[in-house]
């Protein structure tokens, strides 16, 4: 649960669900609705607003994340502990990940686009999957002879890598007749399959393939329905219903499903076990993520935005979990594991999610996360003419379109 926006570009390349705004473009483009509709922007003086309640969920998801990570430390310690961790892991990351499809609806293969995918995704990636492994692998956990490979992603990186494949395939999702179905079948088909191999975590980047696809499917009335007052009432008891079943669930089930990173078989149970295990995975994780929506706050709040930060959130808070797992903190310190310790942990945790995503952590680490590079790209021609109808004042607006030179 996702690109890193900061003020001076309204929607940046490098956020967590890395992508542009749905809003068409052109002379057919509808004016954009009242603040406040989802994946609508309102024009204000040439540049673009942003919609708080999405913000305002990525805040909130990336917080869910941190905290989710710092559970993991405890997993042996409590049931309560075991049942929270499951019921998180059950909606956070795919509804990260249908927000990142719903922000990608208007990708196509322009050269502008691409340069954002590249700068965006691609450069952090081997940015933190070679910071990880010579930092942490090797330095923390003192696996010295760890290689750095870019074809094995490890721990947070996949979603990095599967985010730019998804991605890549949204011009295919866009043109047949059904995404969603096709895309849950490969899903299934994934879950029942050990030899897909862990070359590019691809079996992840497969299992949650149908999020990305639906969200590229949703539309602004989509989200309406679930900010409605009647979807607010209802997703209280829907959570609760499934944070006790959570809790019934925990000593019984193996949270390794929730992961998505291995097919049945591959954890210990017949392949169509597997189909099915995953297919009710997906149906739990679908409801939850809408309960979660629907509780999320669709006016500006204090946290709104930060929002805009949540890929460095994601990326960073990685180094401080491997390093509390490699000194064993909450094992040397049992009062952490209980519960008023567990409290404790939770309400870091949370402070050390939002802390990552302020604007001194994006403006020290943006030249990672979101780095321009111009020297690496060849200017598109179209590009090019604009930028010359616009040092003359205007003066190409006239220009009619047929006459700028199509990029190569």
Not at 282 to 308: D, E, K
Request: overall charge positive; charged content about 20%; glycine content about 8%.
């Amino acid at each position: 649960m996702f690109h890193a926006g900061y003020e001076r570009s309204p929607l940046p390349p490098a956020r967590l669900d890395t992508g542009e705004q749905p809003v068409p473009a052109g002379p057919e483009a509808p004016p954009a609705g009242p603040a406040g509709r989802p994946g609508r922007v309102r024009q204000s003086g040439g540049t673009r607003q942003r919609d708080a309640f999405f913000d305002n969920a990525k805040y909130l998801a990336i917080v869910l994340v941190v905290v989710g990570h710092t559970w993991g430390l405890m997993l042996s310690d409590s049931r309560a502990v075991n049942a929270a961790y499951n019921f998180l892991y059950t909606f956070h990351m795919p509804a990260f990940i249908v927000i990142s499809g719903y922000f990608s609806r208007s990708f196509d293969m322009r050269p502008d686009r691409l340069r954002r995918l590249v700068t965006g995704v691609v450069v952090p990636y081997v940015v933190f999957e070679t910071a990880y492994t010579l930092l942490v692998k090797r330095r923390v956990e003192g696996v010295t002879d760890y290689p750095v490979s870019l074809l094995d992603p490890w721990y947070l990186t996949w979603f990095l890598v599967a985010l730019f494949v998804w991605r890549l395939t949204t011009p295919l999702w866009k043109i047949v007749r059904w995404p969603v179905p096709l895309a849950l079948a490969i899903s299934l088909l994934a879950s029942a399959s050990p030899d897909i191999g862990n070359d590019l975590d691809f079996q992840r980047v497969l299992q949650f393939l149908p999020f990305f696809v639906i969200g590229l499917c949703l539309r602004p009335e989509h989200f309406e329905l679930v900010r409605r007052r009647e979807a607010r009432l209802l997703a209280v008891p829907v959570m609760a219903v499934a944070l006790a079943f959570s809790y019934w669930a925990a000593p019984r089930m193996n949270f390794e499903w929730f992961y998505h990173r291995d097919s049945g078989p591959e954890l210990g149970v017949p392949w169509w076990v597997g189909v099915l295990m995953n297919l009710a995975l997906l149906g739990c994780s679908l409801l939850l993520t809408a309960c979660f929506l629907a509780l999320v706050p669709r006016r500006h709040m204090w946290f709104t935005a930060l929002g805009a930060g949540t890929l460095y959130g994601y990326l960073l808070h990685g180094f401080l979990i491997r390093w509390l797992r490699a000194e064993e903190v909450m094992d040397t310190h049992a009062w952490l594991t209980e519960p008023l310790g567990i409290l404790a942990v939770t309400a870091v945790a949370a402070a050390v999610g939002t802390l990552l995503c302020t604007g001194p952590v994006q403006r020290t680490f943006r030249f990672v996360m979101e780095p321009r590079m111009a020297w690496f790209f060849r200017k598109d021609a179209a590009e090019a003419a604009r930028e010359r109808a616009a040092g003359q004042g205007g003066g190409g607006a006239d220009v009619p379109a047929a006459r700028v030179p199509a990029s190569r």
